[in-house]
């Protein structure tokens, strides 16, 4: 029972670059969740799914867009990334009827330069 | 907006002693309030959580201590361990109404010296 998986660990980019982060949860969850964690800011909604083929935005949504194809999947696209969207991504995912019980996948260390 | 208020930042205890960590909230539809804990390089993990109906729950070292009217809570850790050094986060949800999302605290890095 893997929960949730995120691919891939680490990643270096130029300012610039695109990439795409993979998230994928095995525990048939209805919730996802996008955050980005940095020092001294705790951690931040970026973008949210209630579903399979529904997302909304979270609180830093900008330069940053999501999709939920499969309700076990849901990717996190930087299209132009900048110095800025340097961060430890986490995703999560929680039963329907919940705002809690997150379960967290391990991070993917992103270093834009 | 910061809806959920963590103190202190940081937090240094000697082994044996208690930790405690404070959270304060401004949204009175908040009805959820977990804990979670964090160790570098791992996502964080749900540790404990309560509803505003109890006014503590406790489970093994770990305490939460909730005050509807002053709309705060706290983790209390007792006996702290060294395997207990870990960043903190409090956190809150409005888990009857449309709003599925977690709002968290900015965490509070907990080093228990040996």
């Known amino acids: 029972n893997a929960g949730v998986t995120q691919t891939p660990k680490f990643r270096v980019l130029k300012t610039g670059q695109s990439m795409t982060l993979l998230c994928a949860q095995d525990m048939n969850h209805e919730y996802m969740y996008w955050y980005r964690q940095d020092p001294g800011m705790g951690l931040r909604l970026i973008h949210y799914?209630?579903?399979?083929?529904?997302?909304a935005k979270g609180e830093v949504p900008d330069g940053y867009n999501v999709s939920r194809l499969k309700k076990q999947n849901f990717l996190l696209g930087l299209e132009s990334a900048a110095p800025s969207q340097t961060s430890v991504y986490f995703c999560a995912s929680s039963a329907l009827g919940q705002g809690y019980g997150y379960t967290f996948g391990s991070g993917t260390r992103l270093t834009v330069v | 907006q910061q809806q959920v208020k963590q103190s202190p930042q940081s937090l240094i205890v000697q082994k044996g002693g208690i930790s405690i960590i404070n959270c304060a909230y401004e949204?009175?539809?908040?009805?959820?309030f977990p804990w979670y804990q964090q160790f570098p390089g791992k996502g964080p993990a749900l540790l404990i959580a309560?509803?505003?109906?109890?006014s503590e729950k406790k489970e093994g070292r770990f305490t939460i201590s909730f005050n509807k009217s002053a709309k705060q809570f706290s983790l209390h850790i007792m006996d702290s361990q060294p395997g207990d050094s870990a960043t903190y986060f409090c956190a809150a949800s409005n888990s009857g109404g449309s709003n599925y999302k977690l709002t968290f605290g900015k965490g509070t890095l907990l080093t228990v010296n040996p």
């Open positions: 799914s209630v579903g399979e083929g529904t997302t």
């Open positions: 949204n009175t539809a908040f009805d959820y």
């Open positions: 309560i509803r505003p109906d109890v």
